[in-house]
């Protein structure tokens, strides 16, 4: 069955550290793949999306992602993490023909002061 | 634009009691889909729509039923409620194919089955 992991539950990080947050994929054809956030008591919202090309995607609020085929992977980056990106971040991809959204489990992030 | 819509915003109900759940989006979106997030599961489909007329089941449909009459609406419906369907419901709308284009997604339903 196709699949997204994501191996970190939870991450604590200080101010301007720098954020890789991991997600590996198991579809094996055509890869559409998304990360969403969801700020404490607000709905979710794309952060960025990979569809085709480059391999290294920007999206909002300084982050991205690097798509790396041989190893199923679309990692988030971030430089430097601020207080307000704590959050909790999913992995997507679609799956079953493309009408579907699977997601990974989540990451919760806590940017400490 | 008020973007995707859910009410109510809390709920709790009586295991057997039954229930909907509405979801309403203005965005004159094709596809509409309903989760449940739980924690450590994150996100799982539980059914989704590409059209008025047109539904299909996700990951977790047991339990719940759907319909979409018009492109604006998909409510959820919960038959007989169980304390495994606590959860924290959300909507969410997209153009057409999901593949491509990203999910906007509503404030949530959180439900409560004693």
């Known amino acids: 069955a196709q699949s997204v992991s994501q191996h970190n539950h939870h991450v604590i990080l200080s101010e301007a550290a720098s954020l890789e947050l991991g997600c590996n994929y198991s579809?094996?054809?055509?890869?559409?793949l998304f990360w969403y956030v969801q700020y404490p008591g607000q709905h979710l919202q794309l952060l960025l999306k990979?569809?085709?090309?480059?391999?290294l995607v920007k999206g909002i609020k300084g982050f991205e992602a690097e798509f790396i085929k041989s190893k199923f992977s679309f990692n988030l980056r971030k430089p430097s993490v601020q207080w307000s990106d704590t959050a909790e971040y999913f992995c997507?991809?679609?799956?079953?023909?493309?009408?579907?959204?699977?997601f990974g489990t989540g990451t919760q992030l806590k940017v400490e002061l | 634009n008020a973007g995707v819509t859910q009410t109510p915003k809390f709920q709790v109900l009586k295991t057997g009691q039954s229930m909907t759940l509405q979801c309403a989006q203005d965005?004159?979106?094709?596809?509409m889909s309903w989760y449940r997030q739980d924690p450590g599961m994150g996100l799982r489909l539980i059914h989704y729509?590409?059209?008025?007329?047109?539904?299909d089941q996700g990951e977790v449909p047991n339990g719940y039923n759907v319909s979409r009459s018009t492109t604006e609406d998909f409510p959820l419906r919960l038959l007989s409620a169980a304390p495994s369907q606590t959860s924290v419901y959300f909507c969410?709308?997209?153009?057409?194919?999901?593949?491509?284009?990203?999910?906007?997604f509503g404030p949530g339903t959180r439900l409560t089955v004693l």
């Open positions: 969410a709308s997209s153009e057409l194919d999901p593949t491509y284009n990203e999910q906007f």
């Open positions: 579809y094996g054809g055509t890869v559409n």
């Open positions: 990979y569809f085709s090309g480059d391999p």
């Open positions: 997507s991809e679609v799956t079953g023909g493309g009408n579907k959204l699977t």
């Open positions: 965005m004159n979106h094709e596809y």
């Open positions: 729509s590409v059209g008025a007329g047109i539904t």
